[in-house]
């Protein structure tokens, strides 16, 4: 299992090992000692599974609030997406800064978000199937929606018409939403 920092602090792209022969593939997905080695101590709680019928489809930018926040490990595993994380922790050396991977059913890697950041995707083909793993049960009256393409982040979604749920159409301004949290290093 390879980690690969990214420009947001803690965000991890993660490559595990894949062992193939002519049956296929196999790959540990997670493994909480090989986690622990490369700095991720969570305990997650919950799986959650989606899936995005067309190309073009936006799924964000979401977070739960305090004490509810939750970290992510997500995976896709049918099609193409950008898995974007947007960092909203007051004082972190990468406040508003975010970062886009390219996660895809055929490459397996992962991205690791940690708790304070804002998260989305978008698909890049039909028909797109993603998994991931999250520290905190959901909890509906921390769930929070911040606009996909509020220009104080302006994360490139290259995309012209996309198709977003009610609720993210709906989506606050990251300046007008409760969205809050304080970088703890």
Sequence with gaps: ???EKTCIDGALIITPDVFGDNRGWFTETYSKRKFEEIGIFDDFVQDNRS???EKGTVRGLHCQTDPMAQ???FTCMRGEIIDVAVDIREGSPTYKKWVG???TGENKKM???PEGCLHGFVTLTDDVEAMYKVNKFYSPENDRSVRYDDPEFGVEWNID???LSEKDKHAPL???SDVKFI???
């Design 71 to 73: 970290a992510k490990l």
């Design 111 to 113: 991205f690791y978000i």
């Design 174 to 176: 990251f300046k007008d």
């Design 1 to 3: 299992m390879k980690a």
């Design 161 to 163: 018409n996309p198709i």
């Design 183 to 185: 970088y703890k290093g």
């Design 101 to 103: 991977v390219h996660l």
């Design 51 to 53: 899936f995005s019928a």
